[in-house]
């Protein structure tokens, strides 16, 4: 076998492993997907599985953030062509937020565990790296006049990230008391629009004024 194929045989294996830790997460919770379930749901051997994963919870996250950029970009695409691409991603956004309660109580596992570890919590920054790229490349067409290097896709993708993560810490800090809503508003108002996050706080909290800072860095590159 030629390095080249072993290269993508180990990166199929190791995409198995991810999809299965993220599917038993979604299904069982965080503490149920264990790392000897997590590679008989893969179909691999313990060991192989320490091959390409030092835990679980890298396995969880690797496999989440996978699942997630495929949804995310996906709904983009499937917007209507004549949208902006902030009403796309805002759509996009409307779109995933269905059945969000449903796998509140996972996400929320997983969000804690990767802030607990120093470690997990610089593995998480690179997925949030990975999301930021999707979602500039999957946003780019429907930008006007885009040229070579224009920076306002990989601005959006990073604005939305930063807007996510900031409502997903008050989420977690307050105890999950308040509604966690997927993108809201009017589009072309801009005074309802959140920086193309995916989470929106409802009005009259301190989140909304901190995501209202982003959303003055949004409106200033576009």
């Known amino acids: 076998m030629s390095d080249g194929l072993r290269v993508a045989k180990r990166q199929r294996t190791r995409e198995r492993i991810a999809g299965a830790a993220a599917r038993l997460v979604m299904a069982d919770g965080l503490s149920a997907a264990t790392a000897d379930r997590i590679a008989a749901e893969a179909d691999v051997a313990r060991a192989t599985f320490f091959r390409h ?16 950029i495929a ?3 996906d709904s983009v695409r499937r917007q209507p062509p004549e949208l902006s691409a902030m009403a796309a991603l805002a759509g996009a956004c409307h779109e995933l937020a269905i059945g969000f309660e449903e796998i509140a109580d996972q996400i929320a596992d997983v969000e804690r565990q990767t802030r607990e570890s120093l470690s997990l919590r610089a593995w998480t920054l690179l997925c949030y ?20 290097d224009d920076p306002r896709p990989r601005l959006i993708g990073a604005l939305a990230m930063a807007a996510v993560r900031i409502s997903l810490d008050d989420w977690l800090r307050d105890g999950r008391h308040y509604q966690l809503n ?13 920086a193309g996050c995916s989470f929106v706080i409802d009005k ?8 209202a800072l982003i ?7 576009i």
């Not at 994963?53 to 997630?68: C, H, P, Q, R, Y």
């Not at 959303?215 to 590159?221: G, I, Q």
């Open 129 to 148: 790296l990975s999301f930021e790229t999707a979602i500039a490349e999957t946003i780019a067409p429907r930008l006007p006049d885009l040229t070579v």
């Open 204 to 211: 009259g909290l301190e989140t909304g004024e901190r995501l």
């Open 53 to 68: 994963f030092e835990s679980k919870e890298f396995a969880v996250a690797e496999g989440i953030t996978a699942m997630w």
């Open 71 to 73: 949804a995310i970009t």
């Open 215 to 221: 959303t003055k860095l949004y409106l200033s590159v």
């Open 182 to 194: 997927f993108m809201a508003g009017d589009h072309d108002n801009p005074d309802q629009r959140i």
